[in-house]
């Protein structure tokens, strides 16, 4: 199956979430997150093109979700199949060409396996530094969709962190090549450079201290942005 | 390169991982297919299916009946997760003969 099409199955995910009422709930995440960026910048050609076959979605405040909705059978719809891992206890969702996963932010002591969030009928898993995405939400408008990504600098930083502590070497290219491009092309908006300024001013200092630390071997200019402060 | 070869290393898994989900949740549902019989222009339904080569013809009820009607939505079921599953092992092949070449096999 071609982007296109594999795009098509994620647009068709969205749109019964929405209908369902629950697409407001969930943030976007992970790389298909650059394919809305490219709508909203309006299709340049200097954003990273990498997607993988996951779909990540973050749910912000899993405690505040009031309607209950039953999403295993949303995603069973579109042919999706439960994938189970009897060792973490994580509830993926299969399809040929793309993986569903539920993420919510980790925080304190964490959660000790994956969340149960009984109003979705869903497990989620709990990640470190999802929070730093959770907190600069942005909703893009497409084909009638309104889907909430994180704000495309807050991504790119976030990449950087997470790059520091992957221990699967591939993964840490891939999340590096994905933060460098797309910060790459925000640092042609001045805009863009300001929000990059305002967010590591509000970032803990080890934050920053991890992500000073990746770019400067691989992105030196926000170490220059970084000492303006 | 390389990334990318480790990025259709964890896909070639994800799939293993999906083909299994897709065989679990076919052996689920309801083997066979439906077959419509009239006898005195009334119309039944039969679920047809084979074992070891031998025809087997399992009455199901009445064309309109809702055990008739959850029999065909499984079976409509099973004939889509076959499709995906199919689908399934065209991309394993296709990400193996990529990773590792023609000799591998899946």
């Keep these: ?17 929405q209908q ?7 943030m976007l995440i992970g790389s298909w997150c650059l394919q809305f960026y490219q709508f909203h910048f309006e299709n340049p050609r200097a954003l990273p093109v990498f997607r993988t076959m996951d779909v990540d979605f973050l749910i912000p405040n ?8 039953d999403v295993p059978t949303l995603l069973k719809e ?5 994938t189970f891992n009897r060792s973490s206890g994580i509830v993926k969702y299969d399809h040929p060409e793309l993986r569903v ?7 304190g002591r964490g959660y000790g396996g994956p969340l149960e969030i009984k109003k979705l009928h869903i497990k989620a898993q709990g990640l470190r530094y999802l929070n730093l995405l959770t907190t600069h939400p942005q909703l893009i408008s497409y084909k009638g969709l309104q889907v909430r990504v994180p704000k495309p600098a807050v991504f790119a930083l976030h990449k950087l962190i997470i790059s520091a502590r992957r221990l699967n070497q591939s993964k840490q290219k891939s999340d590096l090549e994905t933060a460098v491009g797309l910060l790459d092309f925000l640092y042609s908006r001045p ?5 990059i300024k305002s967010v590591l001013r509000t970032l803990p200092h080890k934050w920053v201290k991890t992500i000073l630390s990746v770019s400067e071997k691989h992105f030196p200019r926000l170490n220059e942005t970084a000492g303006k402060l | ?19 299994q989900s897709y065989l679990r949740e076919i052996r689920k549902l309801p083997r066979g297919s439906l077959h419509v019989k009239k006898i005195k222009k ?3 339904l039969y679920l047809v299916s084979s074992k070891y080569s031998k025809i087997s013809y399992r009455y199901v009820g009445g064309v309109s009946e809702n055990e008739s009607k959850k029999l065909k939505d499984e079976i409509a079921l099973r004939k889509k997760y076959q499709q995906l599953l199919k689908e399934v092992r065209s991309n394993i092949k296709r990400i193996t003969k990529i990773v590792y070449g023609k000799r591998r096999t899946v």
Excluded: C, H
């Design chain 2, 1 to 19: 390169m390389r990334t990318m070869i480790g990025v259709l290393k964890e896909e070639l898994l994800r799939l293993k991982e999906a083909e």
């Design chain 2, 42 to 44: 009334i119309a039944y």
């Design chain 1, 62 to 69: 899993p405690n505040q979700i009031k309607d209950e909705v």
């Design chain 1, 1 to 17: 199956m071609a982007r296109e099409e594999q795009f098509e199955l994620l647009l068709q995910v969205l749109k019964k979430f």
């Design chain 1, 78 to 82: 579109e042919g999706f199949v439960l």
């Design chain 1, 191 to 195: 805009n863009e450079i300001a929000r």
């Design chain 1, 101 to 107: 996963e539920f993420l919510v932010p980790e925080m």
């Design chain 1, 20 to 26: 369902a009422g629950v697409l407001n709930s969930f």
